[in-house]
């Protein structure tokens, strides 16, 4: 298979952008893609374009990109797979580029969470995740579809409220240097237990904020890298997991099958296994997932993820940082973005760009997990080929 | 004909004397767990059902199948939806062949919140015989073609010229064993001794009498007052089993509603999705036996694709997960609990809301049982299906 690298990737600012609309948000992103190529890059040179979103803003998407970033002559795929959307779109068009059929890629991703009305958004998602006759009106609006997981998980687990208020005030820590990210300030372990409750077991503090934002990746083949850069970030492994829809045929609701699925496609692909990952950005939407995230992505063993986040190694300056950009958490979650964005913060990391870097960034892993919990995208990237 | 049962139920909420219903609930919901109080020992066949009540939820077409749904009763049952109050149910009952439900139920304003069934046999039960019927017009309350109600507000007026102007048209002197359909100290001038006081005074009203009669083995004159109209009925003593589903009321939790859009509903999906879910029944596949709730074109088991027979499912449950949703949700009222419970032992988990207990009030492990409600109001329709109600612990059901 023809290997594909990243050699650009750009994002705009993750936030509640009420000046900006889609139509503004996805030209900021491709832009700062285009720059950040070491030896310059014409968007006439990409030959399709994956764009990820999850709730349409404005109309019709895969238009709305051409129109608004003068790509009229590239053809576009939309994708939609719930919170692993940017991380699927990458994988898609790391097939394309692999195959041979394509040189140049361009994945995108972005949303307008705030488009709608800060309460309006959970019947819009819940739209898009639930059973019509049977779930929709039980009301599981996001944050209860990951608490109904996580209190299962403290329950069979050593793993306590504060466990999930560490996670919070490490990725709030580590968001305060991303310029990108949307909540830049420290918290502590007293404020996230204290805050006001929002779906148990999650308060506040444990939640993401609610947010818009785009982000761009160039995808190009094994052949033409030189073109562009001589530090490219390659893509070593993709993986994509998949799980039954409804919660109650769950068998075990403290494990997330399709992240075990989706890690195990990448870490295979890649031929590397979860010891070998130097940085990670993973699925932090309420901070008891990204506890969940550390078992099922093999970072430790089952329920041995309290100890971890007790430990310190998963802060920047640990054994394996995680979430070095803020994570959903501090830097926000436009969903259709937010993979896309985590591909952004390693390929900085693994060129030693970041804001937050971490020493000796040779191998990353970015994660999604989403929807009604049922769909996880996996993508390891290298700063060597493999 | 015979009264053989009696069932009751009365909302979790409110107080002893004022009883409310939950957000959840409705003269349909209340209706079927009277019902199911009275036939939950299934040793009889029943054909026909009559819901007397003035609270009926959809006007326009849609209870019957609700109701026998919820039931566990066959649809071609028999139904009768009347409107009516007290009057009309005892009619009702001394008019029902035997094989007949009849069951009234209370939620409006004004007469309080109950419901209460009786199921009509042959054999020693209760027997009644009719003694009058006057009816007369004095509509002290009225509904007006926008639902609002008016009240002329004048109770010696009903007093002189509904109660006592009914008992001279039908030329009763004599005092009763129970009146119902008035307040407790005009009940009292009608009766002798101590008279039964019920907790409604609509369609359930005489139904709870009965209940209480069938306790004390009491017979008599039974009164039944709607306004200036009456039905009269002598109370012949019988072995009747009384089924009450009547916990220790708690007051109505604190919760706000977020004004919203309109919950939206797909009526193919509603239609799809009917049976299985007002009757609680899984689909069971018919080459290895595995249950899918919902039911399922290919089976979770063996994979085996085709329309699998439904199959009822216990009713008894323990919670596997929960979580207590407090942010405001439009057109919800928060907070909510939600949770997963698995049903009986057959390994089947349900979604649902808990109803009948405070919000956070289980947790994982916690014991309970599945009942019908009104999970929602979807574009003014009426959707019902399952919420667990955790057994009361301290709080015990009042069994008789």
Redesign the interface.
């Given at each position: 298979v023809r290997r594909v690298a990243l050699v650009g990737a750009g994002m705009t600012a993750f936030g509640e952008h009420f000046d900006l609309g889609i139509k503004d948000l996805l030209p900021m992103a491709v832009t700062e893609a285009v720059a950040s190529v070491d030896k310059g890059f014409d968007r006439a040179d990409i030959d399709a374009a994956w764009f990820g979103e999850l709730t349409t803003t404005d109309g019709f998407p895969s238009g709305i990109l051409v129109d608004s970033c003068g790509l009229l002559d590239v053809p576009v795929t939309r994708v939609e797979n719930a919170c692993a959307t940017g991380n699927d779109a990458l994988r898609n068009a790391v097939y394309g580029v692999g195959s041979g059929m394509l040189d140049v890629a361009l994945v995108i991703g972005a949303d307008k969470v705030r488009e709608s009305s800060a309460?309006?958004t959970?019947?819009e998602w819940m739209?898009l995740t639930r059973?019509?006759?049977?779930?929709?009106?039980?009301?599981?609006?996001a944050?209860?579809n990951f608490?109904?997981?996580v209190?299962?998980y403290l329950?069979e687990s050593s793993a306590t409220r504060e466990h999930l208020a560490m996670v919070a005030v490490k990725n709030h820590h580590h968001g305060v240097t991303n310029p990108k990210a949307q909540l830049r300030h420290e918290i502590t372990i007293e404020q996230v237990l204290d805050a006001?409750?929002?779906?148990?077991?999650f308060g506040l503090y444990d939640c993401t904020p609610q947010s818009d934002g785009a982000a761009a990746l160039l995808v190009v083949g094994e052949e033409i890298v030189d073109r562009y850069t001589d530090r490219p970030v390659w893509v070593r492994g993709v993986g994509l997991g998949l799980d039954r829809v409804?919660?109650?045929?769950k068998a075990d609701?403290t494990t997330f099958p399709p992240t075990v699925k989706a890690a195990m496609q990448a870490y295979a692909m890649a031929g590397v296994g979860p010891a070998d990952i130097d940085v990670a950005e993973v699925h932090d939407c309420f901070t008891g997932v990204e506890l969940i995230d550390y078992e099922d992505l093999g970072f430790c063993e089952r329920f041995g993820a309290a100890a971890l986040i007790e430990s310190g190694e998963t802060a920047v300056g640990g054994r394996l940082p995680v979430n070095p950009s803020g994570g959903l958490k501090s830097k926000g979650h436009p969903p259709g973005a937010t993979g896309i964005a985590q591909c952004v913060e390693l390929f900085e990391q693994l060129r030693g760009e970041s804001t937050n870097q971490v020493d000796r960034a040779r191998l990353a892993l970015a994660h999604n997990i989403g929807g009604p919990t049922a769909v996880s995208a996996v993508t390891i990237l290298g700063s060597a080929k493999g | 004909v015979s009264i053989r049962v009696v069932g009751t139920y009365l909302p979790s909420w409110g107080t002893r004397d004022a009883r409310a219903v939950g957000t959840d609930e409705d003269a349909l919901t209340i209706a079927v767990e009277c019902g199911r109080a009275a036939m939950v020992d299934r040793n009889f066949d029943v054909r026909h059902v009559v819901l007397v009540t003035r609270d009926l939820p959809l006007l326009e077409g849609g209870n019957s199948a609700a109701l026998l749904a919820g039931l566990g009763l066959s649809a071609s049952t028999g139904v009768v939806e009347q409107i009516g109050g007290a009057p009309a149910a005892l009619d009702a009952v001394f008019t029902a062949a035997p094989g007949t439900l009849v069951i009234g139920a209370d939620c409006g304003s004004g007469v309080g919140c109950g419901a209460a069934a009786v199921l009509l046999a042959d054999g020693r039960g209760i027997k009644l015989t009719p003694v009058a019927r006057v009816q007369r017009s004095l509509p002290s309350r009225a509904r007006g073609s926008d639902g609002s109600v008016h009240d002329y507000d004048d109770p010696r007026l009903t007093r002189e010229r509904g109660v006592r102007a009914a008992l001279a048209d039908a030329g009763i002197a004599r005092k009763a064993v129970a009146a119902v359909g008035l307040g407790p100290k005009d009940a009292a001038t009608l009766c002798d001794g101590d008279a039964p006081r019920v907790p409604t005074t609509g369609a359930s009203a005489p139904l709870f009498a009965l209940a209480a009669l069938a306790d004390t083995r009491a017979g008599g004159l039974l009164l039944a007052f709607e306004q200036a109209s009456m039905t009269a009925a002598e109370v012949v003593p019988g072995s009747t089993t009384v089924r009450r589903r009547e916990r220790e009321p708690e007051p109505l939790p604190k919760q706000r509603v977020t004004p919203g859009p309109e919950i939206r509903i797909s009526l193919p999906a509603y239609e799809r999705a009917f049976d299985a879910k007002v009757r609680l029944e899984a689909g069971c596949c018919p080459h290895c036996g595995t249950l899918a709730l919902p039911p399922r074109h290919r089976c979770l088991g063996c994979g085996a694709e085709g329309e699998a027979a439904l199959t009822e499912l216990p009713r008894d449950a323990i919670v596997y997960t929960t979580t207590t949703v407090h942010t405001p949700v439009p057109g919800l009222a928060t907070p909510y609990t939600i949770v997963i419970v698995e049903l009986g032992d057959t390994g089947v988990r349900l979604l649902a809301q808990v109803t009948g207990a405070p919000p956070g009030n289980v947790g994982i492990g916690t014991r309970g049982e599945m009942v019908l409600r009104r999970v929602a109001e979807r574009s003014g329709i009426p959707d019902y299906g399952y919420a667990f109600l955790p057994e009361s612990g301290p709080r015990a059901q009042v069994a008789r």
């Open positions: 309460r309006g959970f019947w739209g059973d019509m006759a049977w779930d929709y009106p039980i009301g599981v609006v944050p209860a608490a109904l997981h209190n299962r329950h006001p409750m929002v779906v148990e077991p409804m919660h109650q045929h609701m | -």
